[in-house]
């Protein structure tokens, strides 16, 4: 799997959007970009995934750059109930790859 | 729907000693992984069954075994434990390999506890 990096730790205003950068350089054509989030001390939470296109739903957006190499995640209206840790996974969907590799993610704090 | 569930919540054992770690994927899901989340080391890729057969396997000793069963339930064992063993212990299901819907749904994990 591809490796991703993130800053370690970032913060924003409660109500405010909070945009989570990733830089996957080394991303191949058939992996996947995918975000999940956890909680302290929970299981970790799938929030969204994409290839190629930007995608939506009602926890987040993702906008994937043109080349592929980076993408950010975008919670439009933060709340308190949003700080946790991000991590972004580059991944295939099929083969022997079939698990996540965690790096250390990013500490999303929102203040209120 | 319910969601990945995990039994027990915690468990606490002695050196050497076995603990069984018990698994139910949300309905329809046929794969099942499990990771191993300790302090300090971040979240890690144990093992991942699918079909009732283990299919990839991460960078951990035989003693962490386990199985599917037929009705996709998983068991996580692990055999002499160590006090480095202690962690929170997370399971996943998903939908078959292949299919859209490939994202991994977790549980609440088990805090096994090594004394």
């Known amino acids: 799997d591809a490796k991703t990096t993130q800053p370690p730790s970032m913060d924003c205003a409660e109500g405010r959007a909070a945009n989570l950068p990733c830089n996957h350089s080394t991303i191949s054509g058939n992996e996947y970009v995918y975000w999940y989030r956890q909680i302290h001390s929970q299981g970790p939470q799938y929030i969204i995934h994409g290839l190629k296109n930007n995608e939506t739903n009602e926890m987040a957006s993702l906008i994937i750059t043109e080349d592929r190499k980076s993408s950010t995640l975008i919670l439009p209206h933060a709340t308190l109930r949003d700080t946790a840790v991000y991590y972004c996974i580059v991944t295939s969907k099929t083969g022997a790859n079939s698990k996540l590799t965690f790096g250390k993610g990013i500490t999303l704090s929102v203040r209120p | 729907e319910a969601g990945v569930t995990q039994s027990p919540t915690h468990l606490i054992k002695t050196r050497g000693q076995q603990a069984t770690l018990r698994c139910s994927p949300i309905s329809g899901h046929t794969s099942v992984y499990w990771y191993q989340q300790a302090l300090g080391l971040g979240l890690q890729f144990l093992l991942w069954y699918d079909e009732g057969e283990e299919r990839n396997r991460g960078n951990f000793p035989p003693r962490f075994s386990g199985r599917q069963f037929p009705n996709y339930s998983s068991e996580l064992n692990v055999n002499a434990l160590e006090l480095e063993d202690s962690a929170l212990y997370l399971c996943?299901?998903?939908?078959?390999?292949?299919?859209?819907?490939?994202?991994?749904?977790f549980g609440p994990g088990t805090r096994l506890t090594v004394t």
């Open positions: 996943a299901s998903s939908l078959a390999q292949g299919l859209q819907g490939y994202e991994q749904y």
